[in-house]
């Protein structure tokens, strides 16, 4: 066994110990993988909205109208404060027999809202027990607006509107979800080598110690 180690020579600078650099980088992983996650427990609060899809159309007066015809109604603001959810897909629809009607809208000063036509996958949120057609699907935010509608042909529809929940919506509700766990797994990493680090470089200490003490290693 080697002798223990003595105490430095007078006027000579003492080693290096061993396991302090181990732990200093273990004690800075381990402070950013905290900081990671309390970001990340942020980022989740601020950015996943629970009320994203309870929001939707109010009807000004009556629910639908016979085509030829025109529906008002309002888009009220977000259900949560602060939340920058304030736009949302609005469909026109259309029930009954016939050709689809021509509709078009206008917002709350009396501009023409382009509509666009509905995409594959877009899930209309009101009645589902009935048959509808989307006509077209604008993206607003709050205000209020009118929908009118003219017959194309022969046949008896009826018209109106509501909330569509599309690509953009799910898009929304997903990429903060896959931020958070992604923040997540960076702190887990950061917290396992940072632990193990700090745990090697506790070790390599002790046993340093134990051999200034003339102590047998572990």
Not at 202 to 216: D, F, K, Q
Request: charged fraction near 20%; hydrophobic fraction near 45%.
């Amino acid at each position: 066994m080697q002798p223990a180690a003595g105490p430095p020579a007078a006027g000579g600078a003492p080693g290096p110990v061993p396991g302090r650099a181990l732990l200093i980088a273990g004690a800075v992983l381990l402070t950013a993988s905290f900081m990671v996650g309390v970001v990340g427990m942020a980022v989740g609060v601020r950015s996943v909205n629970p009320t994203r899809f309870e929001r939707n159309v109010i009807p000004v007066g009556a629910t639908r109208a016979q085509v030829p015809g025109e529906v008002e109604f309002r888009v009220d603001e977000p259900l949560r404060a602060g939340s920058d959810d304030d736009v949302m897909s609005v469909g026109v629809v259309t029930s009954g027999s016939g050709p689809l009607p021509v509709c078009t809208m206008s917002g709350p000063d009396g501009e023409a809202i382009e509509l666009r036509a509905p995409r594959g996958g877009e899930i209309w949120l009101r009645d589902q027990s009935r048959q509808v057609d989307v006509v077209g699907v604008a993206r607003l935010g709050p205000g209020r607006y009118s929908a009118t509608c003219e017959r194309r042909g022969s046949g008896a529809r009826t018209v109106e509107v509501g909330r569509v929940i599309g690509e953009q919506d799910v898009r929304g509700l997903v990429l903060p979800l896959l931020g958070v766990l992604g923040l997540t797994l960076v702190a887990g990493l950061l917290f396992l080598v940072g632990g193990t680090l700090a745990v090697v470089g506790l070790v390599r200490r002790a046993r340093w110690r134990r051999e200034r003490a003339g102590l047998p290693p572990f």
